[in-house]
């Protein structure tokens, strides 16, 4: 979900967790075991958090909308490889 115009907003993030809820009979909980069913929230993560966690770590971090962060999971019975 998100805003028509691009407005950031908690309540948006409160919405798609509750479709996700609502969606819970349909299937999208993650129950079938050989594949991903893909549901979930995706969220855009505030430049000046990771301005912040880069600083105390002593990372350089390039300017806005130019960098990404992503994450993975495997099954528990396969290697995992980025």
Same mark, same amino acid.
Do not use: W
């Given at each position: 979900?998100?805003?028509?115009?691009?407005? +950031?907003?908690h309540r948006i993030l409160e919405q798609a967790i509750q479709v996700l809820k609502n969606l819970d009979h349909r299937g999208a909980c993650g129950c079938?075991?050989?594949?991903?069913?893909?549901?979930? /929230?995706?969220?855009?993560?505030?430049?000046?958090?990771?301005?912040? /966690?880069? +600083? +105390?770590?002593?990372?350089?971090?390039?300017r806005p909308a130019s960098t990404a962060a992503a994450s993975s999971s495997c099954r528990a019975t396969r290697r995992c490889a980025a």
């Open positions: 979900m998100a805003h028509i115009k691009g407005h +950031k907003s079938e075991v050989n594949t991903g069913d893909g549901a979930g /929230v995706l969220i855009q993560m505030p430049h000046a958090f990771n301005e912040e /966690v880069c +600083k +105390k770590a002593r990372i350089p971090l390039p």
